[in-house]
């Protein structure tokens, strides 16, 4: 008698960041759905997003970015806070049903800084420098016309943005959350220290790339002291930015080191890279051929999330297989398959994501009612 086996995907392996067990490698990517209420509560809507992809077998879910104080840091309007308590507790819902389906659930915590398009807190815009954003606000998101110049942060107020991420993450534990993303990604106030053009500041904070880390660093030293020991703590990284897709760290690998080591030296449990294109074996390497995720995981010792196209099941076996992460993200992808997992462990063919759902805003009325039409 012949025996056969099928091979398991490797992204259907467990998996484990810190003191978290995961059921598998595939994590939901952090997506801004803007539909919390004006004072930043999160709805009984929101809840049965975030429980879906834990139902259709997504190991870990990261939630969209979540402002953490009510001064310069929220960037949408009706966008999710964990700046009060009442924030806190209307997060319980989504915690509770992620958590009920087996899944796993961490906070992204985001400071928009001079990319803010919606901040009822404030009327002005703050930064590391007076550099006007690139580019113009994303009406998907309430956005229009060009941001305004920003007003440079000073170092008192540096020193109460960190203890407002601390704040937040406390929140998020008392919330149930499994752990927090702090994102340093996509051209948001972290961001914005770190790349040359946005950060003219010649303080401690600006300049070299030892600099311009140091906020990010200095948060995530914060966030890990002030949670409990289990408590997971992630950063999330990127080159390429919302308003700014060509941008790459000026030091290349040089600078990709600095900033691993830096973050690493903080006790966070892993990395997020943030998508490098669709076409992620390609535009996420770095000169000499190694991958950026790869990088990251040889100089930080650290598990590390790929994000990019890797709902692509050959792509994804690719980047596991081949050493470039531990784990993946998927947005689109996700959108368009809450059981992608699931489907992927069937051999099911996944659903192409259709950019409609998302028009004429990102809102999760705008996808129920685009679902609703297919139907």
Do not use: C
Request: glycine fraction near 12%.
């Amino acid at each position: 008698m012949e025996l056969t086996t099928t091979r398991v995907h490797p992204a259907l392996e467990p998996a484990r960041i810190g003191g978290l067990d995961l059921a598998n490698r595939l994590a939901v990517a952090p997506m801004t759905r803007v539909s919390a209420t004006p004072d930043g509560v999160p709805t009984a809507e929101m809840a049965d997003y975030y429980g879906d992809f834990a139902a259709g077998g997504f190991g870990l879910v990261i939630t969209e970015g979540t402002y953490p104080d009510a001064a310069y840091s929220q960037g949408y309007f009706n966008q999710p806070g964990l700046s009060t308590a009442a924030q806190a507790e209307g997060w319980r819902a989504a915690t509770d049903r992620v958590h009920a389906a087996g899944g796993r659930i961490v906070a992204q915590l985001m400071h928009a800084g001079a990319l803010s398009q919606g901040n009822p807190h404030r009327a002005e815009l703050a930064g590391p420098s007076a550099v006007q954003p690139l580019g113009q606000m994303m009406p998907e998101y309430g956005g229009s016309g060009p941001w305004p110049v920003p007003r440079e942060l000073t170092v008192d107020e540096l020193r109460e943005i960190i203890d407002g991420f601390a704040a937040a993450a406390v929140r998020a534990a008392e919330a149930g959350f499994d752990g927090v993303e702090i994102h340093a990604a996509n051209g948001y106030l972290l961001d914005q220290f770190l790349t040359v053009y946005t950060n003219q500041r010649t303080d401690r904070y600006g300049g070299p790339v030892a600099n311009r880390i140091r906020l990010t660093a200095e948060v995530a030293d914060a966030v890990v002291a002030a949670t409990p020991r289990d408590f997971v703590v992630g950063v999330r990284l990127s080159q390429t930015k919302v308003n700014d897709f060509e941008y790459r760290w000026p030091g290349g690998a040089y600078d990709a080191e600095a900033i691993f080591s830096a973050l690493a030296e903080t006790g966070v449990d892993y990395l997020h890279i943030a998508s490098e294109g669709r076409n992620w074996l390609d535009t996420a390497r770095l000169p000499g051929g190694q991958t950026i995720t790869g990088l990251a995981r040889r100089v930080s010792g650290l598990p590390v999330i790929a994000n990019g196209g890797m709902h692509d099941p050959e792509q994804a076996d690719r980047v596991l297989t081949d050493g470039h992460a531990d784990l993946l993200s998927v947005g689109h992808g996700a959108l368009a398959n809450p059981d992608l997992p699931r489907r992927l462990a069937d051999g099911r063919t996944l659903d192409a994501f259709d950019r409609a759902m998302l028009q004429p805003s990102v809102t999760l009325a705008n996808a129920k009612q685009w679902q609703t039409g297919r139907s």
